[in-house]
């Protein structure tokens, strides 16, 4: 399936590492993004090419791939990372951009 | 860096919109651009993208024969021509730059627009 597959929340206490992952079979063969979107704002792109940093991202967030897996790492998290994080990528031939679900971070 | 979208508003099913996109702070000419959108209260879902030159297009299965997406380079423009309008089109319609640099698209976004909001409701 070239669908991708996120928890739809997660929740870690200020100060804690915050594990969000994106599961799909296309994944071996495409790279993955992370956007982070607060509520009410447009998407920021946090993560791309699976581990690749913009400029001006902290670097608290860091992305890994494992197989059909990516993880979005937040550590130290902050209020201010209280967000919805989207994984992204293409199909297996790369022709369609495909979005996870999105999962809910909650900084308790 | 910029994107400013407009054109949203309400309209019936059955209806028609223009959405434009206005870019700024770069060479809008250089970069591949998309069109996002999110359903009140759901996920993202890519719409359509156009390459530099605006010869090639290609669109999601969804709004495929309904959406089409134009670009306009003197203007450092993009457009999403929205017709047949479903009630499940409602959502918000972002405006995205591909990340891709020298002219190859690699269908992630690294600027967004804030958005314009399509309503369609009878």
């Known amino acids: 399936s070239d669908e991708l597959t996120q928890p739809p929340s997660v929740s870690v206490s200020p100060g804690q590492t915050a594990r969000i992952t994106c599961s799909g079979d296309?994944?071996?063969?495409?790279?993955v993004y992370w956007y982070q979107q607060k509520t009410g704002q447009a998407p920021v792109l946090v993560i791309y090419k699976d581990t690749e940093r913009p400029s001006g991202i902290p670097e608290r967030f860091s992305g890994s791939s494992s197989g059909t897996r990516v993880t979005l790492t937040i550590s130290g998290v902050q209020a201010a990372d209280e967000a919805d994080y989207y994984c992204?990528?293409?199909?297996?031939?790369?022709?369609?951009?495909?979005f996870g679900g999105g999962t809910k971070l909650t900084v308790l | 860096v910029e994107l400013v979208e407009s054109g949203g508003g309400s309209v019936h099913p059955g209806g028609s919109l223009r959405l434009s996109c206005a870019a700024s702070?770069?060479?809008?000419?250089?970069?591949?651009m998309h069109w996002v959108r999110q359903g009140p209260g759901k996920g993202l879902e890519w719409v359509a993208h156009?390459?530099?030159?605006?010869?090639?297009?290609f669109y999601a299965a969804s709004v495929k024969g309904r959406f089409t997406i134009s670009r306009d380079n003197a203007k450092n423009t993009v457009y999403l021509r929205l017709s047949s309008l479903r009630v499940e089109d409602t959502a918000v319609f972002y405006c995205?730059?591909?990340?891709?640099?020298?002219?190859?698209?690699?269908?992630?976004?690294?600027?967004w627009g804030r958005g314009t909001m399509v309503t369609v409701s009878s």
């Open positions: 156009i390459s530099l030159n605006g010869s090639n297009t």
């Open positions: 992204q990528s293409t199909d297996s031939i790369g022709a369609y951009v495909k």
């Open positions: 995205a730059r591909d990340l891709g640099t020298s002219g190859q698209i690699e269908d992630a976004f690294d600027i």
């Open positions: 702070g770069f060479t809008f000419s250089d970069y591949w």
């Open positions: 296309a994944l071996t063969k495409q790279y």
